[in-house]
């Protein structure tokens, strides 16, 4: 990952936000709608959750040696 | 009876049947006639058309078509053309027959009228797609594909007692929606269905078999099996309720274990999981925008996985290896093959202007609609994961990863790559264009994924997606292991009852045969010559046989005027 790639990102990003808060002040179907950037929270927790999670499956349960079943 | 020949999927199979007879040149080249024929024919039936067969007492629909047989019956013949041209290659005539075969039940199945008809199809599917495994040839594949046709013969075996049981209680045949009612027939069927469907936790047959067919049986594969489940699910079980919450919870399962697997096809077979997982919600909400999401998901799934199985098998035909672990930086040497797998990889994560945007936000908006908010933060996870797995992880450690790698990169055949081309065509025109998929979906329903919300939405769970991922990438590298699913409980078991009901049985029956045969020998022996233990006068080596004929006329005649007096007596 070069810089100016993580520029695009960052700019991406901002343009959702301002999006998010100039277009979307008045979308209340849900309840999660009132929290600001919701859906940048939830992604980035679940990513976390989900590759800490299947670590700790991985570990603790399922992983076998590649040969477990011959 | 002539119409018969026209149905799609008996167009497919008549087509494997006139395959074995051309010579092998032109045989790949043939093969791609029939999936086009089958489109035409799809494409001209109109509403209502119908097609009959009488079979004994039963009156069959072979074919019926509206507009959900349609929708499917299209995206079928596409990929069936699509993956010939990226198996063209293959002069394998089994695989191509069967591929074919294949191929032509999953149509069978769509536009089957009565439950008859489908389920001959069903299980015709379930045979020629166990040949894809078997065709790779391994020790491997031999027993991943006995078991993957054991699970189906389970599954077809309980559809076809929930089909029977069903007609003798309603008297109907029919394809038709069920209320929502939990009969014994009704759970049969439901599970036998949900066995194809690879619902949870009867889904392992998928991630068992899928890495271990061959490159080109698994781009088949990805297609039909799943998706013509799904079919009948939203045939027949619209709206059951159940189905929201497996559906949910495959859509995550798949996705943890595609963090955790390391092999590139594995990663993909759990990701068909998770991404059914999207349409059996759908399906168990019910509402017409759910099952239109459902069902166009269906038709954006088949396109993107089939590019992705396509170029994943481009990678393990030109390195020969499919474990992360062996891959990495291939970039340059492959960089063909990994913007089109980028195309399917961003389609699946549901990124906008590719296709998985057109049809995901509709089903995730769909449980929105319907005020299951649950369900809908459930699969806005789950997505979370396909983008962490299918988007990031696997071309992040195949294509990048390392600097250099000094694996042999074998060229791919062109056919692959017109293949890839066309369904990474399709991905982007379906995502650009959504109404040319819109159209033929089978309810009204007026729906507009290019909103703000919608963008916003996907766009910034993607970006922090891809924060988280790069923030913990070291977690995700290839390492050489297997993980254990809850086929561990039929794998492990196996020996025991092999002993039990195989090894058992046989040496029963071994027995059995041994002291039968005893028997017939010791009778022969006894009765070559009765007299020699009839008459204790005699030596053992008496003449009896060496009467005169005479003799034996007279004797035969006396007998048998004893008999005759006897007998009258008697009577």
């Known amino acids: ?70 | 009876m002539i119409e018969i020949l026209t149905i799609p999927g008996v167009i497919l199979i008549i087509g494997a049947v006139l395959l074995s007879l051309l010579p092998q040149k032109i045989r790949s080249s043939a093969f791609l006639i029939f999936p086009i024929a089958a489109l035409a024919f799809v494409l001209t039936r109109p509403d209502g058309y119908s097609v009959t067969a009488s079979l004994g007492n039963f009156e069959l629909i072979v074919m019926e078509v509206d507009a959900l047989s349609r929708v499917f019956g299209i995206i079928f013949a596409i990929t069936a053309f699509v993956a010939g041209t990226y198996a063209w290659h293959i002069k394998d005539l089994g695989q191509q027959i069967n591929a074919l075969v294949y191929a032509g039940s999953a149509l069978g199945v769509t536009y089957a009228g009565d439950l008859l008809s489908l389920i001959i199809f069903w299980e015709l599917m379930a045979v020629s797609s166990t040949w894809l495994i078997w065709a790779n040839r391994t020790e491997a594949s031999d027993k991943a594909g006995t078991r993957y046709l054991l699970y189906h013969i389970l599954g077809g075996g309980l559809l076809l007692a929930g089909i029977i049981w069903h007609y003798m209680t309603t008297g109907s045949l029919m394809v038709e929606s069920l209320e929502q009612n939990y009969t014994i027939a009704n759970v049969l069927m439901l599970v036998g269905v949900a066995i194809n469907a690879a619902v949870i936790p009867l889904h392992t047959w998928l991630a068992d078999a899928y890495p271990k067919a061959t490159i080109t049986g698994a781009v088949f594969m990805s297609a039909f099996t799943t998706k013509s489940a799904v079919y009948v699910l939203i045939r027949v079980f619209p709206g059951w309720e159940l189905l929201i919450w497996f559906g949910a919870a495959m859509a995550i399962y798949g996705v943890v274990y595609a963090v955790i697997c390391k092999d590139i096809r594995e990663i993909l077979a759990y990701h068909i999981i998770s991404q059914v997982g999207f349409m059996v919600c759908g399906i168990g909400i019910g509402t017409d925008m759910a099952l239109n999401g459902a069902t166009a998901h269906a038709y954006s799934h088949i396109l993107y996985k089939s590019l992705l199985f396509m170029s994943t098998g481009a990678v393990l035909y030109a390195t020969g290896t499919s474990k992360l672990v062996h891959l990495g930086g291939l970039a340059k040497k492959m960089p063909y093959v990994l913007g089109l797998y980028l195309v399917g990889g961003f389609s699946i994560s549901g990124l906008p202007l590719f296709n998985g945007y057109i049809s995901k936000s509709m089903t995730i908006s769909a449980a929105g609609y319907a005020h299951n908010e649950m369900a809908m933060l459930m699969l806005l996870f789950a997505s979370v994961g396909t983008f962490l797995s299918v988007g990031l992880k696997l071309p992040y450690y195949t294509w990048f990863g390392k600097e250099d790698n000094d694996i042999d990169v074998k060229p791919i055949p062109k056919n692959m790559y017109i293949g890839m081309g066309i369904a990474a065509f399709a991905c982007i025109f379906y995502g650009l264009y959504p109404q040319a998929l819109y159209m033929y979906l089978p309810f009204e329903y007026d729906y507009n994924p290019f909103t703000v919300y919608h963008f916003v939405e996907i766009t910034q769970i993607s970006l922090m997606t891809f924060a988280g991922f790069w923030l913990l990438r070291k977690k995700l590298a290839g390492e050489l292991i297997i993980a254990l699913d809850v086929d561990w409980f039929y794998r492990k078991a196996a020996p025991l009852t092999r002993k039990v009901f195989v090894n058992g049985v046989d040496n029963f029956y071994d027995r059995v045969e041994d002291k039968i045969w005893d028997i017939a020998r010791f009778l022969t022996q006894k009765f070559k010559n009765p007299m020699t233990w009839l008459n204790p006068f005699t030596d053992r080596n008496n003449e009896a046989t060496r009467y005169s004929p005479a003799m034996e006329v007279v004797m035969s005649l006396i007998l048998f005027t004893v008999l005759v007096f006897s007998l009258l007596y008697l009577i």
């Open chain 1, 1 to 70: 990952m070069k810089n100016w790639h993580w520029i695009i990102l960052g700019i991406l990003f901002l343009v959702t936000l301002v999006l998010e808060f100039t277009y979307l002040a008045d979308y209340d179907s849900h309840w999660w709608n009132s929290i600001p950037a919701f859906y940048a929270l939830f992604g980035f927790v679940s990513c976390i959750v989900i590759i800490y999670f299947a670590k700790f499956i991985a570990k603790n349960i399922v992983n076998r040696d590649i040969n477990y079943y011959d």
